[in-house]
């Protein structure tokens, strides 16, 4: 297995202005975007985190997973049942806010743990609708632990709170003349959640678990006969997956400020599913890049809808903004599968590559060579 | 005890029905070793376009043109797309069908809205009493047609040359191919099968007790999800048992919830993925389903 198989180099040697560029990226938008798009961005940001664990799930180690939801579900929950204090009927733990962002993280570890007797049984097929019935029966326990998810309308989500700096609309934060509202400072935070989550997502990839990984996904059989313990190394990845949905899902309570069970349903978990295939499956850089993808569409054409032929304001009759990116994205899954088997994030190295294909069959004519700049 | 009968035969037909999607699912992939999550909008789709129908060109014609429409859906998905992507793996595959599923279901449910549609059976609400107990016509129906439908399709599955050929892709494509099969020809057919099946069932989903076709009926389908996998994605009997435990586990959930209030209201509608985790748990290939063996 080529090393640009399993990832693609995201900072090469002689590519160092990606890291000023990506900085500016990630840092510079709460200064000069509108709260719309900052939700927008957050929204990407938490979906990007959860694509990179479903990816590491399905895409490196070829675990289908239809149940991410259920995890994100169980992060978002988690961490407002941890954080809320007990009130008019409500049960809640009351801890300090960052414990119970790290409690909901290991919550959704642990769901994913008390999976694995299943996942560890089934393959391929079978594992995806027996975690689709992940999203069912968790559903029904959202509607019906009434205490704990607050039913049908959904619980309040507390602020973060880290060392007394609140993540929430309270005044006061004036950061280079722009008013840091709850959006601004969010956007930090899941700056702050995505860069190591992609980190460490790359480097398991990269190292040996990773080859481990791809080894499961190729042939298992071959996997244990190199001594790559599978058992344990599916329980792994199917935890590390959870984990990672869990801060997905806790990170969108805190962008949402109130969870409704309805969101967590299954369309939820194909959107997450065609994320990775969007975006190339068993890359990092293709999760965030499927991830981007999905959560912006939607956002674009509800923004940009009035100018654009064949979407409709939405109740009309015609195609809704809504509706619209979903068509579009369930036809770019079908259309990156068919024609672009490594998703958007093998674009850029087959671009590469074939720019330096060119250049190479040019260093054979010394005519065009004597052409070419310097 | 007349309830319980009650349940039961709602369940078994209920079983039927959910047996007639699973088949199809269980036939795409005995034939093209696709697993098919865009079933639930072919059937959708069959039962859309009867409900369209129905009031100009009678009932039995729409149904025709229902059953027709899914098939053409299915004969397309697998030309257009599926034929083109050179995939080997199987989640990937899945995955392309989940992606066609999304663009059919939101067209589709785009087009229903927040209508009811009826699709104009002449049964409705009408009841039958036989010894005590009280059956909805629509029940019996689903029972007799889905039986009559099955039975026809197991016959040919194992008398016709069509059938024959079939089996032989299913068991083993290159050697059939070698034989002089047309594997197109055979996926083809598949994907037709099952798409019809798929209509027909769309029908017995959404006629009397349930007030129509609905942008809910999707997820009614998905219950034959279950169905398969219990059973054995590879089994065609596996899809006929899975059919009925699924039916009856619903039924009889649904019937008694008032006793099992502790496990929350609508538990009717879960309880079909609860059965199939038990059943995968113990038998990781579903009761009829080929085990994987390795051997190294």
């Known amino acids: 297995m080529s090393e640009r198989r399993t990832s693609p180099r995201l900072i090469g040697p002689g590519r160092w202005w990606l890291v000023p560029v990506g900085f500016a990226v990630m840092l510079l938008p709460p200064f000069y975007l509108d709260a719309f798009w900052l939700q927008t961005g957050l929204f990407a940001m938490s979906a990007a985190i959860g694509a990179i664990g479903l990816n590491l799930l399905t895409g490196s180690t070829g675990q289908l997973s239809m149940g991410h939801a259920f995890f994100l579900a169980v992060g978002a929950y988690g961490y407002v049942y941890l954080a809320s204090s007990p009130e008019d009927g409500m049960t809640g733990l009351g801890l300090p806010t960052p414990l119970a962002f790290l409690g909901a993280i290991v919550l959704a570890g642990v769901a994913g743990g008390a999976f694995s007797p299943i996942a560890g049984r089934l393959r391929g097929v079978y594992l995806g609708i027996a975690s689709l019935a992940l999203i069912f029966i968790g559903q029904h326990v959202l509607f019906n632990a009434e205490s704990v998810t607050g039913g049908f309308n959904g619980r309040n989500v507390p602020p973060l709170e880290i060392f007394g700096f609140s993540f929430d609309d309270s005044p006061g934060v004036v950061v280079l003349n722009v008013p840091f509202g709850a959006l601004e400072r969010l956007w930090f935070l899941a700056v702050a959640l995505l860069v190591p989550a992609a980190w460490i997502a790359r480097g398991i990839l990269r190292g040996r678990p990773g080859r481990a990984m791809n080894t499961i996904r190729d042939h298992e059989v071959a996997a244990a006969v190199m001594g790559v313990p599978v058992a344990r190394y599916r329980a792994g990845v199917f935890v590390l997956s959870s984990m990672y949905a869990g801060a997905a899902g806790a990170l969108l309570a805190l962008a949402f400020r109130r969870t409704v069970p309805d969101y967590f349903g299954m369309f939820l978990a194909l959107d997450y599913l065609a994320m990775i295939v969007i975006g190339g499956l068993g890359s990092v850089a293709g999760a965030v890049a499927g991830a981007v993808f999905v959560s912006v569409l939607p956002q674009l054409l509800t923004r940009f809808g009035d100018d654009l032929p064949m979407v409709a304001a939405p109740g009309s009759g015609g195609v809704s903004p809504a509706e619209a990116a979903r068509i579009l994205y369930g036809a770019a899954v079908v259309a990156v599968v068919l024609f672009l088997p490594r998703g958007l994030a093998g674009v850029w190295p087959m671009l590469r590559s074939a720019a330096s294909r060119r250049r190479a069959s040019r260093h054979l004519t010394p005519l065009e060579k004597e052409e070419q700049p310097a | ?296």
């Open chain 2, 1 to 296: 005890m007349s309830t319980f009968i009650e349940l039961v035969i709602n369940g078994v037909s209920a079983g039927a029905v959910y047996a007639l999607i699973a088949l199809g699912f269980v036939i795409i992939f005995k034939a093209t070793e696709v697993v098919n999550f865009a079933h639930a909008s072919l059937l959708l789709a069959g039962g859309f376009v009867t409900a369209v129908l129905h009031d100009d060109i009678g009932f039995l014609a729409a149904l025709a043109a229902g059953i027709a429409a899914a098939a053409v859906l299915g004969v397309l998905v697998q030309v257009l797309v599926l034929r083109h992507a050179r995939v080997e793996d199987q989640a990937v595959l899945a995955i392309v069908t989940i992606g066609i599923d999304i663009v059919l279901a939101t067209e589709l449910t785009r087009r229903i809205g927040t209508r009811v549609l009826s699709l104009g059976d002449p049964w409705q609400d009408k009841i039958v009493y036989v010894g005590g107990v009280g059956i909805a016509q629509t029940r019996i129906a689903a029972l007799v047609v889905a039986a009559a439908i099955i039975t026809a399709f197991l016959l040919a599955f194992r008398f016709t040359s069509w059938g024959v050929a079939m089996r032989a892709a299913a068991e083993d494509g290159e050697t059939a191919s070698l034989m002089g099969i047309r594997l197109s020809r055979v996926s083809l057919a598949a994907w037709a099968i099952a798409g019809g099946l798929a209509a027909v069932a769309a029908l017995f989903l959404t006629v009397f007790p349930t007030p129509g076709l609905d942008r809910g009926t999707s997820f009614a389908a998905m219950k034959a999800f279950p169905a398969a996998i219990l059973g054995g994605l590879d089994s065609t009997t596996g899809a006929l048992v899975g059919g009925l435990l699924i039916g009856l586990t619903e039924s009889l959930v649904t019937g008694y919830q008032g006793d099992l209030t502790f496990l929350g209201r609508g538990i009717g509608g879960v309880a079909p993925f609860l059965v199939m985790l038990i059943v995968l748990l113990v038998r990781p290939a579903g009761l009829f389903g080929t085990r994987e063996m390795s051997r190294v």
